[in-house]
């Protein structure tokens, strides 16, 4: 039996597209354990906060004392191009911190000399001179900047207005002091409440949710980090155990791409698009987004790792697709031919993107297996909580609902929805195995 037939005999039987297995154990694991330590980090202090809140703010405070105490000789100390930064913490320790800077400018520099600045002229208190050789009498000017991240103070650096030391000083200084003097309250607050937790008190139950996240992040991760933008990995391709692929073929390592290159996953912990992830061939990379807020419970997390895990498992489907229809005359993840509203499948992609997300041939079995993850995940959740309409807790009233049976309406999943609106031929398809991969978890929905 040539390659293809190979392949083909067991995809007809396969069901729903899979990912490799191998890839989706060892991508899955890194990606949980990167946000598991992401979130750890981001609690920890809180925990802390929490346990001894005196303690906490205090040394908040002393850092914003030694701060505006040294603020002055650090402002004159600057060169030409240097920047001082400064915390500034918020008395509400649930709102973001904030930071303030000053930074002594740098234009062009002359050759054999040093960098130009910016200084006034006395007689002329509006003008300002670029020089590296400031006439007798000039004024070295600053720039000031106020941002929630350190990294975004050198945009507001850069505004029209320009300061000397003393007005540099005293801009920070005073921001300092009305920091100092509104986190001096809360500390009061927390000394005269002496650092101790009632159990009805939301301060107790706010430590108890936490330390279960802290022990379920644990469970991941052996430590915490703190990722500012993302992580990267990269990973073999590795299709051991993967049902399409017999052992021995050439597709157990693959070089559809020339050379050994590997997989590059990355976990983006700053953009939060719209979008989850995203799967590009060309340059064989796997990005994941990570929810924007920091969960608060052991359930929100574990809700996010589940729709980690399912992005995972979509990109990786793509990952698989890419693999295997790089082989001559094998068209396998994607719908058969007989429901393709095109004559060739294979050319899918000089028009996919033209298409809604949900009509791609492409997205069909990634799009199909979201909807059984979330199907199983919302049957749970109603289980577990019935609804007001006793109609929700019947899990075919449910499904049917889901998929727009006998029509949709405005309960149908988007997914389902443009398929029965669009191609119904994809839509009866796709309601066919989604029942049978709901079956599979566990779900009696027929």
Known sequence: MDLRARIVSRYLQAGVFEAPPAMMQAVGTWVKQVYAGHVLAAIEPKIELLRDRSGYLGGQVAEMEASDLSCKQDVQ???????????????????????????????????????????????????????????????????????????????????????????????????????????????DSALNWGNTLELEDAGYIRLVELTLLKKECERHTPQAKTYRSMAVQEFPFDLSGWKYVQPGTKLEKPSLWGGDRNLMVSVDFKEHKKYDGWWRAFSQEIKINTPKQIPGTVAEFQENLRGLSGTVRHELQHVGQTILTSTPDVLVGYPSRSIQPVADPKKLHQNEHDKEHALRAVEFYTRLADEIDDFVASARRVARKPQKDPRLTDLRTLLNQWIGNPKPNFRTRQFFKQLYEHEPLKWQKAVKEFVTGVERRGLEVT
């Open 77 to 187: 100390r600057l060169v030409p191009g240097k920047a001082v930064r400064y915390t500034l913490y918020p008395k509400n320790q649930h709102k973001k911190v904030s930071y303030v800077g000053v930074r002594r400018p740098t234009g062009s520099q002359n050759p054999g000399s040093n960098p130009s600045s910016p200084w006034r002229d006395p007689s002329n208190p509006k003008s300002i001179t670029w020089t590296d050789l400031p006439e007798p009498g000039y004024v070295a000017l600053y720039e000031v900047g106020l941002a929630f991240e350190r990294k975004h103070l050198d945009f507001y650096f850069r505004g029209p207005k320009k300061y000397t030391a003393e007005e540099a000083v005293e801009y920070v200084q005073e921001l300092l002091s009305t920091s100092i003097k509104e986190l001096r309250v809360a500390l």
